[in-house]
């Protein structure tokens, strides 16, 4: 059974940083792409950034881009978000995904998610 366990959430002023991990346990990490998502209060979950198992392709959705960047760590079996510049509207819960292809995680029928972590940027 994999499991997915975000950290690194929290309360931050807007234009500060964040940066979020995944740790994976429970199945063979390098073998997933790694997705994350975020679902605000009365809002649908959408998509955030994607990359692939080797880490050599990412993929972002236009709000954060240039913003957030996702990184992974194949040895500890984990993977990152590190958000600049946030901003208000960044405020959400976060969640990685995992599956086998980038095209499979950047849906929100994903196999494999954690809990959550919350975020929230004051203005």
């Known amino acids: 059974q994999v499991q997915l366990v975000e950290s690194g959430g929290g309360l931050v002023q807007a234009g500060g940083s964040l940066r979020l991990s995944c740790a994976v346990s429970?199945?063979?990490?390098?073998?997933?792409?790694m997705g994350w998502f975020r679902q605000a209060p009365g809002k649908e979950r959408e998509f955030v950034a994607a990359?692939?198992?080797?880490?050599?392709?990412?993929y972002y959705a236009d709000p954060v881009k240039g913003r957030f960047a996702i990184s992974r760590n194949n040895a500890r079996n984990t993977v990152y978000l590190q958000m600049n510049s946030l901003k208000p509207d960044d405020t959400a819960v976060y969640y990685c995904?995992?599956?086998?292809?980038?095209?499979?995680?950047?849906?929100?029928?994903?196999?494999?998610w954690g809990q959550g972590t919350q975020v929230t940027v004051s203005s």
């Open positions: 995904a995992a599956d086998r292809t980038m095209q499979a995680v950047r849906s929100t029928t994903a196999l494999y």
């Open positions: 429970g199945g063979t990490f390098s073998r997933y792409a």
């Open positions: 990359i692939n198992w080797t880490g050599g392709s990412t």
